[in-house]
């Protein structure tokens, strides 16, 4: 098994060309399906993921793979990657720039590195257990803010929440000293970076959560679904990310009233 640096430095690689590859789709001529859940997919992220899963295949031929486009390789192998090619695909088409491309390393389904790639910014995100997380390369870390009064919070996918969850909306509209609306990986990786304190997101996936949770706690901050357990592949999709066990924990009382 390579140690973390080195699977930082493939990981941090695999950003440099997928993100290359995702800024040449961007804004341009895009091929547009749906998915049965009405989801939108581009060749862009089936074209992104492609080249991902050739490079891990060639390097670590013994590892499984799951990306959202391409499904599952080696399924009961004890190292899987996972892929998201474009997070927010739906901003991706529009020429928004607030798409990411997500890579985790899980060990017997644990997350044991995140990168969060973010193409049109220019910006990688990396975390690895026990070693910290990083921006470009550099330091960063999670805030200390502990108070949800005083506390930047993001709330991802608001209309589903407003849909199946009302009244935790409602509480979730009064909570924080500032609030922003929004989708996506990057409010995580603003946590990271200790820029947000709070994210409570909705309706996600596997590849959508678990790499970013690893860039998430190595920065420090927490990661669990809605009733505080530790994320996995079998989560509901449910998540809350706290720069701090006291936000989080006042994360926890909000959502589940």
Known sequence: MLTTIEYTIHAAKIADFAGEAARGYFRGSLGIEFKEDESPVTQADKGVEAL???YLAEHFPDHGIF??????VGADRADMWIIDPIDGTRSFLSGHPLFGMLLGLLHDGVPQLGLIGM??????FIGARGAGATLNGASIHSSNQTNLDRAILYVNEGEKIYRDY???FDRLTKAGQTRRFSYDCYPHALLAAGHVDAV???DLQPYDYLPVSAVVEAAGGMMTDWQGQPL??????RVISAATPELHTALLALVNG
């Open 232 to 237: 996995t592949l079998k989560s509901d999709g």
């Open 166 to 168: 009302p009244l935790t």
């Open 119 to 124: 193409p049109a910014l220019g910006e990688v």
């Open 67 to 72: 990306g959202e486009e391409h499904g599952i």
């Open 200 to 202: 409570v997101d909705y």
């Open 52 to 54: 991902i899963r050739s």
